[in-house]
């Protein structure tokens, strides 16, 4: 199985577009979105072609490809217009004979992590930071964003394949 996974487009149809760019060219199996889809957020200026409409449009035609979790930033209106689910708060994914909990990072995240087995994977999104370092026994590994990356961390996106994670800019 190969995952593609990438977090916090917030309504930015440029970036959008290059993520699915790179989700067609990885030809990965499924796409894992760590939340925060279509809004910005008070704290964060507004992504490059912030047009939330046009990026539903571009994910409705991988609504059978993408499994979803909810961000800060999601709500139950962005669920009806969205065409697959995005109200879970997390999930756990076992690919490869590896544990993931996949999970936005604004209730679980990296000095917050749920209870999970030593050697578990906490995969977030949430800061904008890409990161991939062991912490309280866990690998914590964070994408960054797609759209509103901070640290210098670039847009980026990770692929997961043969029990492997690797960070790729768009």
């Not at 910005?40 to 609504?63: F, Q, S, T, W």
């Not at 990072?105 to 999970?116: E, M, Q």
């Not at 800061?127 to 797609?146: F, K, Q, W």
Request: with cysteine; charged share 25%.
């Amino acid at each position: 199985m190969k995952l593609f996974i990438a977090s916090d487009i917030h309504g930015s149809a440029h970036w959008c577009e290059k993520m699915l760019n790179a989700y067609r060219s990885e030809k990965a199996d499924r796409m894992l979105l760590l939340g925060d889809i279509l809004y910005h957020g008070p704290r964060n200026d507004l992504p490059k072609d912030y047009a939330p409409k046009k990026v539903i449009e571009m994910l409705a035609e991988y609504k059978n490809e993408i499994l979803c979790v909810k961000g800060n930033c999601d709500t139950e209106v962005d669920q009806m217009v969205l065409p697959f689910p995005i109200l879970s708060d997390y999930a756990l994914i076992s690919v490869d004979g590896i544990d993931i909990y996949a999970t936005h990072g604004h209730k679980f995240g990296r000095d917050n992590p749920p209870p999970l087995k030593e050697g578990d994977i906490l995969l977030c999104g949430h800061t904008h930071v890409a990161a991939d370092e062991m912490c309280n026994g866990l690998r914590y590994i964070n994408p960054g964003s797609i759209s509103i990356p901070k640290e210098n961390t670039g847009n980026g996106y990770i692929i997961f394949e043969s029990g492997s994670f690797t960070r790729k800019l768009l």
